[in-house]
């Protein structure tokens, strides 16, 4: 069973930049697809972002596109969301996903393991 574990989340004003991370507990990570979405208050879980196995390609929601960015540290086991000029809006628990394929995957759906979440509060 792979573990995944967000961390990073707090409080920031609007305009401000947070990172977040998502380690997990394998080295297989590197051949995981992993994608972040979130879930803001009374609404649904929503797709953020994604990035395949090599790092090479990402995929962004519109909402976020241009003001968040994915990398990941195969080495480290770890994947980021570098996330700048954060907006009221973004306010919500973020969540990191895995699967093990080299596509690169943006539906909840297709993922197999999920972190607990961590909480992005954006203060306007």
């Known amino acids: 069973q792979v573990q995944l574990v967000e961390s990073g989340g707090g409080l920031v004003q609007a305009g401000g930049s947070l990172r977040l991370s998502c380690t997990a507990s394998t080295d297989s990570f590197r051949n995981y697809a992993v994608g972040w979405f979130r879930q803001a208050p009374g609404k649904e879980r929503e797709f953020v972002g994604a990035i395949n196995w090599t790092g090479r390609t990402t995929y962004y929601a519109d909402a976020v596109k241009g003001r968040f960015t994915i990398s990941r540290d195969n080495v480290n086991n770890s994947v980021y969301l570098r996330m700048n000029s954060l907006k009221a809006e973004d306010t919500a628990v973020y969540y990191c996903?895995?699967?093990?394929?080299?596509?690169?995957?943006?539906?909840?759906?297709?993922?197999?393991?999920w972190g607990q979440g961590t909480q992005v509060t954006v203060s306007s």
């Open positions: 996903a895995g699967v093990e394929t080299t596509d690169i995957v943006w539906t909840e759906t297709g993922y197999d393991y």
